[in-house]
């Protein structure tokens, strides 16, 4: 078995957006939006449950404001610099997750209707991973369309 690359001695751990980007509008052209949002979702969602694995916080008991600080310390500009997670809320069977900064919505015009694919997934990865619960994820306010966030809200998959 060969070992990694652990990381680019000149370049470091980080790509510009618009490298990043540039692999959405590929995949975009190549797959279609509907495939590569699946594809990206499910990205996501990997990379949310691996970093929580690493973070030590599955099944976790911790309430929704100490994940939020604890997310946003990993993926916010203390981290991988994905987005900035604001704040997390329960309302009745509904969690909603409050981003800023997101990637996805990155250098994108106002009115666009660019969604938060890879980074909803991500969140998703994430708290399905410290529930321990399958859930259902949306994107229901954006910063493109007059919204102050990116919101997504997950409900249990049953």
């Given amino acids: 078995m060969s070992t990694p690359i652990s ?5 470091g751990e980080f790509i510009s957006i618009v490298c990043f980007k540039s692999v959405i509008t590929g995949m975009e052209e190549a797959l279609g939006e509907k495939a590569t949002a699946i594809s990206l979702i499910a990205a996501g969602r990997t990379r949310g449950k691996n970093l929580v694995q690493s973070l030590g ?9 100490t994940i939020a600080e604890l997310l946003n310390r990993a993926v ?9 997670v604001d704040k997390i809320v329960q309302v ?4 909603r997750v409050y981003c800023s900064e997101t990637v996805c919505t990155a250098n994108e015009p106002q009115g666009s209707d660019r969604k938060c694919t890879f980074t909803m997934g991500a969140i998703w990865g994430a708290l399905s991973e410290i529930t321990g619960k399958k859930l259902r994820g949306i994107h229901t306010e954006s910063i493109l369309r007059g919204g102050t ?5 997950f409900t249990t998959f049953e």
């Fill in 57 to 65: 916080l599955s099944n976790s008991s911790a309430d929704f404001s």
């Fill in 92 to 95: 009745g069977d509904v969690v």
């Fill in 76 to 84: 916010g500009s203390e981290g991988t610099r994905l987005t900035a």
């Fill in 7 to 11: 990381s680019r001695p000149q370049l």
């Fill in 149 to 153: 966030h990116d919101v997504f809200e």
